[in-house]
């Protein structure tokens, strides 16, 4: 029987990994097909090289728009390889009749947002498409960038520990939040930004300051809940979060309520998931919390040692709650 | 007055040179907006980067797909830069609905042109859009490699001397003439196929051969003619070519001629510009013919001191032609 794609396979959830496995990392010889950049090497010299595309919809929404969140996408993935991203590309793919001044304003972010970030757009490429075959513009952004020495396994999370703890950089939930509420066919809105932002800096303080940092990963498709099943899988172990201490921000959490979402599995475009070893979590928190994109970090819970790779909640009633992979999707066209 | 992105903005014309350089070049802060590759540089360590998104319509023609030609796409700018294609990224956007035998078969042949050009990908994405927003899959590789030492300047035609010879690596407009006969809009179906292939072991025959290779292009989006006054522009320079030195297919031929097309505007994917100094040509056209892609080579001109920076080109009828640049296009989305 003829199989299709659905929106689902691009969920960031369990179909789009199995699109992932089955269909491009074998045939790419892909052997860790899952994080975020690949690491290359070259006599002795290491760096790290990711790509995503963004089709976003709407393509600007409170707090950012779709080229922002290309050149800080891109420059998460880097800096949660623990690489220091130096170069991107832009490839844009855009829709005929899109105004010209939309994307004179989309350009004049993403230069802001890399000069910010202190990375540099180096190469990009444009395409046209008649109108009805895109969604006003489409953005992909590569990058490239120089791998900080030691942190050549912390993608594939080898050097996670029974005991290492689970701290997020921030609370969770806005970035989906606001573009939901800045989808024309949502009916309200919302005084909810989106988080997008440059995590480069922030993760560079942090990685300068602990040794032990075992993993890190940005919350994005599929959210902390997602991120946390990864993990499990890739350590064979399992975790124990607790509920209380996730932060969601109250307006978040009232329309996650509304709406039946669930902020653990809402995309985030400016937070990190950092797993530290046990002695180092209490000066990890004290580093992202002198930081503006930090201030709200909390440490959530901790690694255990349990074969069922299950991620347990303790939740704010004080009953247990599991965790799964969600096999299809929340919201499309998030990021 | 609102001004709106056109389907020439996309043809790789005057337009699309305009857009590139008046909405990107100057906030990205790019030196040389339209060369194919940024020459990057670490510690004396010289890497080439890129990117491109591809729209192809259809998705399958003769001789090829959209993910054979991104991947020789990618490695054909790379090497046309001087650099040797080592890593590739590739980011899909999906339409929801797209079969995905289909999305199969075209990372079959991504795989398969990537092994016969001895390149890895290495990373990707995948998104996927609702029913009506792509049309069936768009395609964006991106691709890094090590500069050959002495290339850093090829990009820039900064060598390029009056009397240099102007060499193609083999006949135009045939990929073209097989996307537009493969539209289902048109109702006839030709011989002709894509000559889309790599050109990195084709480009590294020549450049370990010849010391005196002074310029580089692959002849893509505004085909041969395009290339020829984007030299003129860079080198301040003319250029007169001899028609019948141009080699195009007859079958190509004939149905440019039913058409209203001119072969030399007509995009290429698997041909080069080669500019080489007055002593070594002849070698490096053998070169070029000992090899299955090169073996139609032609020397077809050579540059000129002429400021009005002109392609003149010497017809077959005894006449001369000025080969401008189209401001508009021929043909949307042939790559």
Redesign the interface.
């Known amino acids: 029987m003829?199989?299709?794609?659905?929106?689902?396979?691009?969920?960031g959830g369990k179909l789009?990994g199995e699109?992932?496995r089955d269909?491009?990392a074998g045939?790419?010889?892909?052997s860790d097909?899952l994080t975020d950049?690949?690491i290359?090497e070259?006599s002795g010299?290491k760096m790290a090289?990711?790509?995503?595309?963004?089709?976003v919809d709407p393509l600007f929404f409170p707090g950012g728009n779709i080229g922002k969140l290309a050149v800080c996408g891109t420059i998460n993935d880097l800096s949660v390889s623990g690489a220091l991203p130096?170069?991107l590309?832009?490839?844009?793919?855009?829709?005929?009749?899109?105004?010209?001044?939309d994307?004179?304003r989309i350009?004049?972010s993403?230069?802001e947002e890399?000069k910010t970030a202190g990375v540099?757009?180096?190469?990009?490429?444009?395409?046209?498409?008649?109108k009805?075959?895109?969604?006003g513009l489409?953005i992909?952004t590569?990058g490239?960038g120089?791998l900080r020495t030691g942190y050549e396994q912390i993608s594939s999370a080898q050097n996670v520990r029974e005991g290492d703890r689970l701290l997020i950089s921030g609370p969770v939930g806005n970035h989906s939040v606001a573009v939901m509420g800045a989808r024309k066919k949502l009916s309200f809105s919302t005084p909810v930004e989106s988080d997008v932002a440059s995590l480069n800096h922030l993760i560079g303080k942090v990685l300068d300051r602990s040794r032990e940092i075992h993993f890190m990963r940005d919350l994005t498709r599929g959210g902390l809940a997602t991120v946390l099943n990864e993990l499990c899988k890739m350590t064979g172990m399992g975790i124990e979060i607790n509920e209380s201490c996730v932060p969601v921000e109250e307006p978040v959490k009232g329309l996650c309520e509304i709406l039946g979402f669930d902020p653990l599995y809402l995309a985030n475009e400016g937070k990190a998931l950092i797993v530290t070893g046990e002695k180092d979590y209490e000066e990890v928190l004290e580093v992202l919390k002198s930081d503006i994109l930090g201030k709200q970090a909390s440490v959530i819970g901790k690694v255990k040692d349990d074969r069922k790779q299950m991620v347990v909640m303790n939740t704010s009633i004080g009953g247990k709650r599991i965790l799964d992979l969600h096999s299809g999707m929340q919201l499309?066209?998030i990021c």
């Open positions: 003829d199989k299709f794609i659905t929106l689902n396979h691009g969920s789009t699109l992932i269909v491009f045939r790419f010889g892909l097909p950049s690949a290359l070259k010299f090289f990711t790509t995503d595309s963004y089709v130096v170069y590309s832009a490839a844009f793919i855009i829709e005929e009749g899109f105004l010209l001044n994307l004179i350009a004049d993403m230069a890399a540099r757009i180096v190469t990009g490429d444009t395409k046209v498409v008649e009805g075959k895109c969604d489409y992909t590569s490239f120089y499309p066209r």
